[in-house]
């Protein structure tokens, strides 16, 4: 069980990644970015999320940058994630693509490099390309986002490197109870994106009473039942407060009966696409 904000998990290849972290999808590349990348650097975080799609790869290596002069961070110590789009898909497109977001966030390796969706026809030729990727040693572990179950076992019959992470939409309206069954089962570390449901769980009932309890807040709540499940959790925030807030889950434990309260929330309900049935 983490501890404290910078504890890791040992991923299959040995890497260790932090069990918590900084998201920044729809976070707008300049001012804001940076300003929300330093702010949890500042506060202690390690890990940030980033893709391609979200066109803030500059500003993140800008906080990067800024954050090891300012805050005496090593780069040894911070762990960054980023994603191939779906449009760069393939082989010399996946290479680029890698190449061109190592450039954009000024850094010459990344932590994780994942493939973004199940793009049909394309994702297994992706996978090779991303194992190809990792033999360069430029990328430290690889892994996916978005498979179902179907999606892993495509790859896997043919995976010379078995992905490292798996970055659902997880939640607990979602919980994805089979799919992390399965991840587990494979050495795969579940991570889970929209961990708050981009804000719909927050009013939940069941989720207000357990904070009032614990005298914490629902954001919080749902944050540390991902901890306690074993699931890597990044959750979004501009507001230094708020990133702050959504960090301050170390401190308190919650009982057996309220964790299985909230797994009884689960009613599959999405706020992305479904991995099977998305048009980009
Ligand atoms: P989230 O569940 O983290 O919710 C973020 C929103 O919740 C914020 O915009 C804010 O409105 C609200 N919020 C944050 N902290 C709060 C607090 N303490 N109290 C009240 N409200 C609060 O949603 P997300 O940004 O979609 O997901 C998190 C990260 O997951 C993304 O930033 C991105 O890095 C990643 N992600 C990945 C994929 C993928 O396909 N791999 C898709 C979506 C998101």
Known sequence: MPQHLQDTVTLNNGVKMPWFGLGVFKVQEGQEVIDSVKAAIKNGYRSIDTAAVYRNEEGVGQAIAESMKEYSVKREELFIT?????????????????????????????????VHWPVKGKYAETWKTLEKIYKTGKVRAIGVSNFHVHHLKDILADAEVVP????????????????????????????????????????????????????KTPAQIVLRWDLQSGIITIPKSIREPRIVENAAIFDFELSPDDMAAIDGLNKNQRVGADPDNFNF
Request: charged fraction near 20%; avoid cysteine.
């Open 82 to 114: 980023s994603k191939v789009w779906n449009s760069d898909q393939g082989t010399q497109t996946t290479l680029d693509a890698f190449d061109l977001s190592l450039k954009k966030l000024g850094l010459d390796y990344l932590d994780l490099y994942l």
């Open 164 to 215: 490292a992470v798996n970055q659902v939409e997880l939640h607990p309206y979602l919980s994805q109870v089979e799919l992390r069954e399965f991840n587990r089962s494979k050495g795969i570390q579940t991570e889970a994106w929209s961990p708050l449901g981009q804000g719909l769980v927050l009013q939940d009932t069941t989720i207000t009473s357990i904070a009032e309890k614990y005298g």
